[in-house]
Nanobody, 126 residues
Framework: QVQLVESGGGLVQAGGSLRLSCAAS????????MAWFRQAPGKEREFVVA????????YYEDSVKGRFTISRDYAKKTVYLQMNSLKAEDTAVYYC???????????????????WGQGTQVTVSS
């Protein structure tokens, strides 16, 4: 079955960096777009960034542009989220998601993604 397992979250001071990982299994990893979402306490889950199946296209939410970088390693079937210059407002549970619908465009809606990981907590202290 499809599994997405996130890791790499933790507590970091404002201005610091973290790298999140999402290990995928149970589907053809190289064939589908992947994304990261986040959910802060009391707020709805929101889109952060997506990457196309072949890694040639990415799309970032405005508030993370220039600070976050998504990448994928096909040999390891893993998606990464490098987060630099972290801010207190980046504090949230971060979720990895897979879009198994072979959409030609990168999608930002929660409902567009078929599978989700369990999430990893990122806390940025100010």
């Amino acid at each position: 079955q499809v599994q997405l397992v996130e890791s790499g979250g933790g507590l970091v001071q404002a201005g610091g960096s973290l790298r999140l990982s999402c290990a995928a299994s149970g589907f053809a990893f190289s064939s589908y777009a992947m994304a990261w979402f986040r959910q802060a306490p009391g707020k709805e889950r929101e889109f952060v960034v997506a990457i196309s199946a072949y890694g040639s296209r990415t799309y970032y939410e405005d508030s993370v542009k220039g600070r976050f970088t998504i990448s994928r390693d096909y040999a390891k079937k893993t998606v990464y989220l490098q987060m630099n210059s972290l801010k207190a407002e980046d504090t949230a549970v971060y979720y990895c998601a897979a879009d198994l619908n072979s959409s030609p465009s990168l999608r930002v809606g929660v409902g567009a993604y078929d599978y989700w990981g369990q999430g990893t907590q990122v806390t940025v202290s100010s």
